[in-house]
């Protein structure tokens, strides 16, 4: 059974950084074919930041995010990361982590293929 816990949200200025944490367990290849963060704000849809093949490599990012945000997993301790620099105000949003079916693969950010999902953890930016 896959499990996934985010941390790491707390309040940041614009142009900050901050990274955040999801600890990930019962994430096999058998079950799992990506490991992605989505973010919500209010009143919006959820929608894909960026996703990490399994076993690293694959890094796939939205247009807003890239060159700004890195996604990474240590496998040591089964945590994926998201790094964010240079953060806007327009980043503020629930945070999400989730887990993805052989889908993901050609659409790396389609909530759909997404079969499990962490708490979320909120990121707020200030100006």
């Known amino acids: 059974q896959v499990q996934l816990m985010e941390s790491g949200g707390p309040s940041v200025q614009a142009g900050g950084s901050l990274r955040l944490s999801c600890a990930a367990s019962?994430?096999?290849?058998?079950?799992?074919?990506?490991l992605a963060w989505f973010r919500q704000a209010p009143g919006k849809e959820r929608e894909g930041v960026a996703r990490i093949i399994v076993g690293g490599g694959g890094q796939y990012y939205a247009g807003s995010v890239k060159g700004r945000f890195t996604i990474s997993t240590e496998k040591a301790n089964n945590t994926l990361y998201l790094q964010m620099n240079s953060l806007k105000l327009e980043d503020t949003a629930m945070y999400y982590c989730?887990?993805?079916?052989?889908?993901?693969?050609?659409?790396?950010?389609?909530?759909?293929?997404?079969?499990?999902w962490g708490q979320g953890t909120q990121v707020t930016v200030s100006s």
């Open positions: 019962g994430v096999t290849r058998d079950n799992s074919y990506c």
């Open positions: 989730a887990a993805g079916g052989s889908g993901c693969t050609w659409a790396p950010l389609s909530k759909e293929k997404y079969h499990s």
